[in-house]
């Protein structure tokens, strides 16, 4: 089955930028989706098709898929983008969703 | 657009649950509806998908033979049913509405459900 994956946690500060990876095979010959999750709360679609933004989701966000990885870019992430991130890709008609990566802002 | 669950509920061992999804503010019929869940502290783990408009469901090979996805368009509403539930199965139960552009065509799950907590217990 396809996997995809992601680093477990990752920490940044806010002037720095956020970039958190999702890595599966030839995932750049597949369409990428980026889901937000707050505590509590259920996921957020924040990319879809790889780099598009919904609508209400800041330009702080952004994306790209190339080769074997898809990546989203928070630039100058804020307090409230600390959450969980979770990546998504279909496989054969399959959802497949990545494992999640935890992002703290210090 | 708008996806709105059932209340939490929480069962023995053995039994089964049905969690329901009630859309609202767009067309119910021609749309795929996915069923998602989240066991505690874990990541989201997909269970399968329901055409609203055929009924024609696709699961995934785990839960297949356990779950049973329907729907009913008069009332705009789909559910998913889990049987012979057991402690493995306490998660939060959350339902999707995939929406696709063409050319492609390309897919994305826009909006979700509050999400349904099922405690096996």
């Known amino acids: 089955s396809y996997e995809l994956t992601q680093p477990p946690s990752l920490s940044v500060s806010p002037g720095q930028t956020a970039t958190i990876t999702c890595s599966g095979d030839?995932?750049?010959?597949?369409?990428t989706s980026w889901f937000q999750q707050r505590p509590g709360q259920p996921p957020l679609l924040v990319i879809y098709?790889?780099?598009k933004r919904p609508s209400g989701i800041p330009e702080r966000f952004s994306g790209s898929n190339s080769g074997n990885t898809a990546t989203l870019t928070i630039s100058g992430p804020q307090s409230m983008d600390e959450a969980d991130y979770y990546c998504?890709?279909?496989?054969?008609?399959?959802?497949?969703f990545g494992g999640g990566t935890k992002l703290t802002v210090l | 657009v708008q996806l709105v669950q059932s209340g939490a509920e929480v069962k023995k061992p053995g039994a089964s649950v049905k969690v329901s999804c009630k859309a609202s503010?767009?067309?119910?019929?021609?749309?795929?509806l996915h069923w998602v869940r989240q066991a505690p502290g874990s990541g989201l783990e997909w269970m399968g998908t329901?055409?609203?408009?055929?009924?024609?469901?696709r699961y995934a090979q785990k839960f297949q033979g356990r779950v049973t996805m329907t729907r009913d368009a008069a009332i705009s509403t789909t559910y998913m049913e889990v049987a012979r539930l057991t402690t493995d199965d306490t998660a939060v139960y959350y339902c999707?509405?995939?929406?696709?552009?063409?050319?492609?065509?390309?897919?994305?799950?826009?909006?979700w459900g509050q999400g349904t907590l099922v405690t096996v217990s």
């Open positions: 999707a509405k995939e929406d696709y552009s063409t050319p492609g065509p390309i897919y994305w799950l826009d909006p």
């Open positions: 098709q790889d780099n």
């Open positions: 329901i055409n609203t408009n055929s009924g024609g469901t």
């Open positions: 503010g767009h067309t119910f019929t021609g749309n795929y």
């Open positions: 998504q890709a279909w496989d054969n008609s399959i959802v497949v």
């Open positions: 030839k995932l750049g010959t597949k369409y």
